[in-house]
């Protein structure tokens, strides 16, 4: 665990509440982030300074999605549905009302939007029309994480009830499902090749599956003490990280899950409480990370 070097860069601080979801920017010095304050706010990894405040909701922000060739935001506020902000003009356009549960995550295909809730189900909403296109209930415990693989033409979807499922892009029907861990899925993330699936669970196991092979199990680690947040890859596709709610981030190889490098409180000043996002910039390498701990820190890593 020699060959890189981690340096903490500075700490965002102006969230009044555990930090629960970030997002890349128009510019790679740029994200976004959401919190149990239901502050959206853009932060600068160039200049350092304070957060812009973009928008304000009653409600917890546990997902956010960037439209970054629309210039828009989508914040998902729990207990609520999805708002589309004019971030440029800090400007809400318009809502959709979808669940009385958490909004957990929001990802998009082409002029689709995904949402994934509390209550199970995921929503598959029409971006132009602005409209809920479908519903879908395969479990009765929460889907947590969507990952998407326009390659394979699927998506990937997390749920508590400790499986996989794997859905059809063109007509959303089930493809594959798996009891893939002792305990919720909390983070799926494809590989930038799309060969393998990541899934991260409140189990602490971080494993690998071969997308090419029905995503038979590759590869399998006890990765944290508790359980595993986020899943995030580097720019380059050659390493990736994970979040875990024991107060660490842990950088791995990506070829066979090897770990390289503990960042925790003890050894870098790491955060204090649970990681919760992770977001792998192409500013200079750096690594973002949000926590309960109402901050958000930002890590140089230098492989050598």
Known sequence: MNNLQVTKLHTFIGHQDCVYALQPGAAPNLFFSGGGDGLLVQWDLQHLSDGELIAKFPNSIYALLHLKEKKLILAGQNFSGIHLIDYQNKKELTSLQLTSSYIFDIQSFGNHIIIATGDGILTIVDLEKWEIKKRIKASEKSARA??????????AVGYSDYSLRIFSLEDFKL????????????AVSYSPDRKYLLSGSRDAKLKAWDVDANYRLAEEVSAHLYAINHIAFSPNGKYVATASMDKSIKVWDDKDLKLLKVIDKGRHAGHGTSVNKLLWTSYNNQLVSASDDRTISAWDLLFL
Not at 146 to 155: D, F, H, Q, S
Not at 175 to 186: C, D, L
């Open 175 to 186: 493809k594959h499902e798996i009891i893939a861990h002792q305990n919720s899925v909390f």
């Open 146 to 155: 969507v990952a998407i693989n326009p390659m394979k033409g699927e998506m």
